[in-house]
């Protein structure tokens, strides 16, 4: 943007593309950083330009107009979760295009197709599904969340190793374009978008509405938490190369869904197996995972019990849904490229001598694989599909900016796996982006990024739909 004429003329092409003022708020308005912006990760501030809030894909298609006429940079916004704020554009000054209009829903019995809208929280997605013929889908655990960016980045969670990622869910898109063009993408139409759109969409397009596909709920599951509170490094590494070597088993079930999470007293072991519980007793969990605290294993007989009990409310109640000030990291690990026991014993080694400044870190380990991985790689944008489990490393300090210390605990702790297991960080998961990370689009995208190099110069040259580690023109 140029002058102070040019600026104005913006303003009201974008008040004109919403219908007027009450669709769009400008960065001298009144208190616009806690109404407006509410940025998710407080570490990176960032002011936008302005936060349009359109009611349909053709007043997208104008604030876009708007933005390539007058030089601006686009970012849609559906949840607000980016752990690097990318859904406000990630740095200042760009439009950016809340979705929490399109809400919509609806459920074609005879196909089980749902067609939902990109402001639907995982919540309410649910709900929704249940009520309309006791149907579901995959998708991360966060009930706030919302499908815009879950569905077009990945969309790991408990159901995931059974049906495949959110994103494989979804059969068609309606999907503005950097040319204000409503388009529609499937296998069948547009099928080099839709390729894009399925984990790399912010830097395509804005997704108006998605198609997907739904599964028959599950009635059964066990869901089981076991809390160890070890002393040594020692005793806590052997925990973590035992569930690594449980859960490289060859033959383990798909219907199994496990997480390690470790903090800095205790580990916890938790997950939900999708069946009965005489066929949960037969994978020997409290055998193989000793501990003298009581764990809890629970049958649940319905659905949204199973994923309203919060499966991973440990980490939730960390994260949180109010903005904070927090930083993470993730590496991937196939069944070809484990953790060496030498490493995982220097890692709880590191966290014994190492000062974290933060009482309010963890580290997850989560169980992929499955449907997951029996989908080609490059049939969507997602490159990790030899991925068999993360491993996300996760700082906060809920008092104020991470300090250097912090930044240094965590890259110490990532430098342990990445030194011992070079290709794991050649993984990096795009739900929990680190805007530190250099080069992070080949990490991300991995084999799939010269396509989509080359795509983004077809579909946006101008580079309009930009955040700091999207996806550049070739």
Not at 78 to 96: D, K
Not at 107 to 136: F, V, W
Not at 331 to 341: A, H, K, R, W, Y
Request: charged share 15%; glycine share 10%.
């Amino acid at each position: 943007m140029g002058n102070t004429t040019s600026i104005a003329a913006g303003r009201d092409c974008l008040v004109s593309a919403v219908g007027g003022h009450a669709g769009v708020s400008f960065q001298d308005q009144l208190l616009y950083q806690t109404t407006a912006v509410e940025a998710y990760n407080l570490n990176i501030p960032v002011t936008p330009a302005a936060i349009t809030y359109p009611q349909s894909a053709d007043e997208v298609a104008s604030i876009l107009k708007c933005a390539s006429d007058f030089d601006y940079k686009v970012q849609a916004r559906s949840g607000g979760h980016s752990f690097g704020n990318y859904g406000l554009g990630g740095q200042n000054g760009a439009i950016v295009v809340d979705m929490k209009h399109f809400a919509q829903f609806s459920m074609e019995e005879s196909t089980h197709i749902a067609t939902i809208g990109p402001g639907t929280s995982l919540g309410d997605l649910d709900t929704k599904l249940y009520n309309s013929g006791n149907r579901a889908m995959s998708h991360g655990i966060c009930p706030t969340i919302r499908t815009g960016g879950h569905l077009t980045m990945g969309g790991l969670g408990p159901t995931a190793r059974q049906w495949g990622l959110a994103l494989d869910h979804v059969e068609e898109v309606e999907v503005v374009l950097a040319n204000s063009s409503i388009v529609r993408a499937s296998d069948t139409r547009n099928q080099d978008l839709f390729f894009a759109i399925k984990g790399a969409a912010a830097s395509f397009g804005i997704v108006t509405e998605f198609k997907v596909r739904t599964e028959p709920a599950p009635g059964l599951a066990v869901q089981y938490s076991f809390t160890f509170n070890l002393g040594t490094p020692h005793e806590k590494a052997k925990l973590v190369k035992d569930w690594q070597t449980f859960i490289a088993r060859e033959n383990l079930t798909w219907q199994f869904y496990s997480n390690l999470v470790i903090f800095d007293g205790q580990i916890i072991l938790e997950g939900i197996f999708f069946g009965s519980k005489e066929q949960y007793d037969a994978l020997d969990i409290e055998k193989e995972f000793p501990t003298s605290e009581p764990g809890t294993v629970l049958v649940l007989t319905d659905w949204l019990g199973m994923i309203g009990h919060g499966l991973e409310d440990t980490i939730l109640r960390v994260v949180g849904d109010s903005p904070t000030w927090f930083y993470a990291k993730s590496l991937g690990f196939t069944p070809g490229s484990l953790i060496p026991d030498s490493a995982i014993d220097v890692f709880f080694e590191y966290i014994h001598n190492t000062n974290a400044d933060t009482l309010a870190w963890f580290v997850t380990l989560s169980l992929e694989g499955g449907a997951i991985n029996a989908v080609p790689e490059d049939a969507t944008a997602y490159g990790h599909r030899d991925v068999l489990f993360w491993v996300q490393l996760f700082v906060t300090n809920p008092l104020g900016p991470i300090s250097q210390t912090t930044y240094n605990f965590t890259d110490g702790l990532y430098n342990v796996l990445a030194e011992a297991v070079p290709e794991s960080a050649e993984h990096a998961y795009l739900g929990c982006p680190d805007p530190r990370m250099p080069d992070a689009q080949h990490a991300y995208w991995r084999n799939n990024l010269p396509r989509l190099q080359e795509l983004k110069g077809e579909y946006d040259s101008k580079n309009i739909f930009h955040n700091p580690q999207g996806v550049q023109v070739a």
